[in-house]
T-cell receptor
Framework: DQQVKQNSPSLSVQEGRISILNCDYTNSMFDYFLWYKKYPAEGPTFLISISSIKDKNEDGRFTVFLNKSAKHLSLHIVPSQPGDSAVYFCAASVQGGGADGLTFGKGTHLIIQP | DVKVTQSSRYLVKRTGEKVFLECVQDMDHENMFWYRQDPGLGLRLIYFSYDVKMKEKGDIPEGYSVSREKKERFSLILESASTNQTSMYLC??????????FGQGTRLTVV
């Protein structure tokens, strides 16, 4: 059973517009959420995270929103740039279970069109 | 900066070979992980380790084993490589169970 779901395999956005990537989770024990960005033939790089005690975290062009009641989080990228074209993975972890690793979604391929 | 280094970027091995993938981290992290990434399947956890000589199975451990003799090094072993183990292998480490840092990945092809 998939505990972290990214239901959009791909997303195409025009340069300069807002990109919104979505992620849903089923495990109510998750209390920390992360977004990773991955280019082809490279390892994922950490982008932004949010603790379950918050509903929003912002870092430059990137903002993550968390709706705990809906078990939903989203990543907003404003404005979108060509270098943002990559696969984005949503990940989650359980407090105290950090040694167990992160649970990842299947990823969303974001394509920024000029 | 945290650095996680995987010994090879690309590997081609024959079916039945024993394959070693090496990973070294330089930040004294307790936790280390091996994932594989496949199209449409995301990142799946193979094995992890929270201490030297300790190992735990992840979601897809079949066909793999691991070794952690030193804190900074975590090795993934394919006992007898098969074509369905052709994949991108990613090593990661973390200290607090939150943010994990990844290596650059090893693209393994089994022929």
């Amino acid at each position: 059973d998939q505990q972290v779901k990214q239901n959009s395999p791909s997303l195409s956005v025009q340069e300069g517009r807002i990109s919104i990537l979505n992620c849903d989770y089923t495990n109510s024990m998750f209390d920390y959420f992360l977004w990773y960005k991955k280019y082809p033939a490279e390892g994922p790089t950490f982008l932004i995270s949010i603790s379950s005690i918050k509903d929003k975290n912002e870092d430059g062009r990137f903002t993550v929103f968390l709706n705990k009641s809906a078990k939903h989080l989203s990543l907003h990228i404003v404005p979108s740039q060509p270098g943002d074209s990559a696969v984005y993975f949503c990940a989650a972890s359980v407090q105290g279970g950090g040694a167990d690793g992160l649970t990842f979604g299947k990823g969303t391929h974001l394509i920024i069109q000029p | 900066d945290v650095k996680v280094t995987q010994s090879s970027r690309y590997l081609v091995k024959r079916t039945g070979e024993k394959v070693f993938l090496e990973c070294v981290q330089d930040m004294d992290h307790e936790n280390m992980f091996w994932y594989r990434q496949d199209p449409g399947l995301g990142l799946r956890l193979i094995y992890f380790s929270y201490d030297v000589k300790m190992k735990e199975k992840g979601d897809i451990p079949e066909g793999y084993s691991v070794s952690r003799e030193k804190k900074e090094r975590f090795s993934l072993i394919l006992e007898s490589a098969s074509t369905n183990q052709t994949s991108m292998y990613l090593c990661a480490s973390s200290s607090n169970g939150r943010e994990a840092f990844f290596g650059q990945g090893t693209r393994l092809t089994v022929v």
